[in-house]
Each structure stands twice: as C-alpha cells, then as structure tokens.
C-alpha cells in the first residue's frame, strides 16, 4: 500500500491532509458539538419575543449593545453570569456584538422591568443622566411584524428542529413547552395574548389602546424579547 | 590545505567582519551593555561553530565510506544498512514516547489552561480580598459602602439623589409616598418585605374598627397621607383602629406578622433585593448577585436617607 501511494502524489496528499486533520477532528470536534448544545434553561423564542428581537436587529441594537458577557470578575459582577455558547443555540443570528457604546444585554431581563424599559425608550438621558442613547419614538407607533416571526419560527423548527411544542427541560428541574402557532391567524392571537401580559405592566395609553384593538406596536414585542433575556 | 578549510575561514572572517561592522555602527556600538555584548559573544559563536560542524560534515561526505550490510528492503533503489540503532538516540526515542504518554495522559489535563479556571481563581481572589477588608464594617462606612453599591445598581432606576426620577421609581427619600400606600391598600401587597409574613390583604378586608365597617375612600386617602407624612397629621384614629393590629401603634411593624411603614429597615431593603417587589409605580427586579455584605450596606444606605 506504502508502494502504491508512493507513486501516486495526489493520493498520498490526501492520505497526508486526512492523517494531519484527524488530530483536529479529535480536538475540536466533540468539545463542540458538547459546547453548542442548548444549556438547560435555554428556551426557543415564542413568536412576539421573536418579533421583537427582528425590532431589535432592524434598528441595529446591536451595534452598540453586546450580548456577550466574557468571564472577568468586573464584568460578572455587573451583568450576571458569563455567557456559554449553548445560551445562543436558539440564536439565528447571534447578537453577540462588537463593541460596547451601551451596556452588555445579555441578561438585561433579570435586572430591568418593562415600565423601565418604557420610560428608557421615550427619553434614555431623563432616566440614566449623560446617556447618549437616542430615544426610540417610532416604536411605540410601529407595529410589530407577526408574519415573518411566525415564519421564522416554522423555518427552524423545520430545518433546524427547534423544539417548539417541545417540552425543554429548566433549571429547576421542571419542563416547559414553548408553544408556537398552526396557522397565521393562529400565531396573531398567540402574539397578542403575550402582548397584553406585557402591556398590563405599561402606562403609555396609546400602546395600551393599540393591544386592545388587536395591534402590537413594536415596542411591545421590544419588551417581551428583552424580558426574555435571562 | 584541503580548500574546505580554506573557505571556512574566509567565510568565518567575512562573517565577523560583517558581525563587528554592524555593530560598531549601531547605537551604543561595542561599548554597549552587558547585554548587547552577549548578544555579540553569542553571534560570534554561532558563526564559529556552524562553520565547524558545516566543514566537519562535509568532509565526512568526501572521505567516508560505506560500511556494512544492506537491508533486503529497497525504496526505489535506495538502499538501507542493518547497522544498529545508536545507543543515545534509541535512549531519546524512548525517553520522549514515555514523555508523550505523560504528557496525554497527565500532563495536558492537569495542566491546560483554561479561561474559566482563570476566572473562578479571580473571583476567590476579589472574594478573599473583600471580606478581608469589608466583611466586619459597620456604621459610616457600611453606609458609606451602600452609596457605591447604590450608585452602580440602583441609581440607574432611582437616580442619583434616589429621588425616584419624577415618580419612575419608588422615592427612597421618605418611607412611602400616598399614592404607594393606597395602591397597597385598594390592591394588597405581597412583597415578602419581613422574608416570609403573610400577604397584606386589599381594601376589601380591611376594616375599619371604629366603624366596624371596610375602610372607605376617603379613610384611605385620610390614612395614606397621615403614613406618608410620618405617621402624623389627621388620620391616626384611622390608623390605630384599621392597620395598628399589624403594623404597630407606632407603624413600625411587627416580626413575623408585618413590616415597618414608619422607617426603612436594613432587613426590608435586604428582602427587596432578594425578591423584587410590585407596587403602584411597577415591578422592582430582584438584584440577587449583590452579596449578602453589599446588600447589607445597601439596606444601612437607605435606612440612612429617609432619617
């Protein structure tokens, strides 16, 4: 066999490249399909936080907010747990960002509520003094896009089999089903039954009216996917 | 003299020339530190001994002959001798697949890296540190401590003078506002404020002892600014007669059964950062990975302000 690839270049290449790739494959290959498995806790996105986290990507929070809480001391600190990578397995795309104008959100629900998050968009610098963050108006009369987020929410549980009407297993032990529509219509009524739990806790009159007639302005769907940032 | 020899020394020479050119013409020269002149001393001896093992391999090559018996295998007639493997080499050998099992077995895991091991180092280090230092302060400087902790967690809801930012967040300046203690009353509160007392029920279980009758809209507002304005005021025959039973004659609570509404308690601020809390401005999340030495000091901070 040695005699034979001897004589044959192209295939003692390929002998050579699989012999060198292998101790790669060894490395890197178990460690991450263990790394990249959901963390238990980690829940699919219903269809209003998914609306709200295409909010968040169309007015590219993610510039200046990162999602990404490193391992020091001084960050864990302040924002909570460093991030694994299972923590993004429902992540399409991740949000990690690249540079911090404002602070890391990755588990922003666990220390702001939903009236903080209203009273922060309408007016940053009257509630955090000398923040450069603009305010976000249009949000509160922008409505949320229900479609594609169903839409997103068939394409992965299709492709990439994520476990909606699933249960997934929680940190405390219990299980819990994300449960996602069987129609268009269907998945309008489910966002909006979300939307009022959020709203109840809002003041703006106008969302409030909104919600109440069946829409769901885009500050809405905002709340529910930063709430669900744990 | 064979040429070999020759060429090594013109090569030596150039070789030097060229080291004591460049140096000479570089900061600091010959006459540099200690440091450069190793430097020097050492490519010095690097030209030296290449030269020597260049022309010492070399004329191996013009004068040896081969010796021995060939091995049966041919690779594309390139022959092998059967001479036995050198002693020191074979030692080498061995020595370094010992080595390699070690270092698969023990010496990588054992070793490695890694970046959270770093960082729980870190946080027993930063831990250490503090409790060294902080965990038995008390008075002044444990309020002092609860400004800093307040400035970095709280201030971002309750601003910097813990005014509440125009009624965003709760006015950590005074024990209640009115419109607190009413939304509490019409609607009830279970805020675990002691840690584990019974929920306070809403108005419709709220009687009047006095009366003998629920509490009606105008008591409450009567009661609501008696309590805001530090338990003074008209309404306090309200207050004996409907919420003393739990909160004390003097409204400064009773263990197990209801929290103080006449003052901050360090123990009721310590309870909010456990649990959050839900009242007439919204909902208050809990801040649990504040220690129990910053929670503290958080609590004398604020139990400082409303005094």
């Known amino acids: 066999m040695f005699h034979w690839l001897e004589k044959h270049p192209f295939f003692f290449a390929v002998g050579v490249f699989v012999a060198i790739a292998f101790a790669g494959l060894v490395e890197i290959v178990p460690n991450f399909a263990e790394a990249s498995r959901p963390v238990i806790g980690t829940t699919p996105y219903s269809t209003l936080e998914l609306a709200g986290r295409q909010v968040y990507i169309k007015n590219s929070c993610n510039a200046c907010h990162s999602q990404l809480i490193r391992p020091f001391k001084s960050e864990t600190d302040r924002y909570g747990h460093y991030s694994l990578s299972g923590e993004y397995a429902y992540d399409r795309p991740f949000l990690w960002g690249s540079k911090r104008t404002g602070p890391d959100l990755m588990r922003v629900g666990n220390y702001r509520t939903t009236d903080w998050h209203e009273n922060h968009m309408k007016d940053p610098a009257a509630i955090v003094p000398g923040s450069i963050m603009p305010a976000y108006k249009w949000l509160f009369t922008n409505e949320a896009d229900i479609d594609t987020a169903f839409a997103e929410q068939l394409t992965v549980s299709q492709f990439f089999s994520v476990p909606y009407n699933k249960p997934v297993p929680m940190k405390d032990g219990s299980n819990k089903i994300v449960e996602m529509a069987g129609s268009v219509a269907e998945a309008h009524a489910m966002a909006l039954e979300e939307a009022q739990v959020v709203v109840a806790d809002m003041k703006d009159q106008d969302v409030k009216d909104a919600v109440a007639s069946g829409k769901i302005p885009e500050i809405v769907a905002l709340i529910a996917y930063l709430n669900s940032l744990k | ?70 091995a049966e295998e041919s690779w594309d007639n390139i022959g092998e001798y059967k001479n036995p493997v050198p002693f020191g080499w074979a030692v080498m050998f061995l020595g370094t697949m010992v080595w390699g099992m070690w270092y698969f077995i023990a010496g990588y895991p054992v070793n490695a890296y890694s970046q959270i091991g770093e960082y729980n180092e870190d946080v027993a280090k930063h831990d250490a540190k503090f409790n060294a230092e902080y965990a038995s302060i008390t008075g002044d400087r444990l309020v002092e401590m609860g400004e800093s902790v307040f400035l970095a967690e709280c201030k971002v809801c309750h601003g910097l003078a813990a005014d509440g930012i125009d009624g965003k967040a709760a006015n950590l300046n005074v024990r209640l506002e009115a419109k607190t203690i009413k939304y509490a009353i019409n609607h009830g509160s279970n805020n675990h404020l002691l840690g584990s007392e019974m929920a306070m029920p809403d108005r419709n279980a709220l009687f009047n002892a006095a009366t003998g009758a629920l509490i009606s809209d105008e008591e409450i507002d009567t009661v609501s600014d008696y309590v805001a304005n530090g338990m003074s005021g008209a309404g306090k025959e309200i207050f004996e007669n409907t919420c003393a039973s739990c909160h004390g004659m003097d409204g400064k609570g009773m263990d197990y059964v209801a929290p103080s509404i006449a003052t901050f308690t360090p123990t009721l601020v310590t309870n909010v950062l456990n649990h959050g809390k839900k009242g007439a401005i919204g909902t208050m999340p809990a801040f649990k990975r504040l220690n129990a030495k910053q929670k503290e000091a958080v609590g004398a901070y604020i139990t400082n302000l409303s005094k």
């Open chain 2, 1 to 70: 003299m064979n040429k070999l020899y020759l060429w090594g020394i013109i090569i030596t020479a150039a070789m030097l020339g060229f080291t004591y050119v460049s140096v000479g013409m570089s900061k600091g020269g010959l006459n540099g530190d200690i440091v450069n002149m190793l430097a020097v001393a050492g490519a010095v001896a690097l030209v030296i001994i290449t030269v020597f093992v260049v022309i010492k391999y070399v004329r191996q090559m013009q004068t040896d002959t081969a010796q021995g018996e060939l």
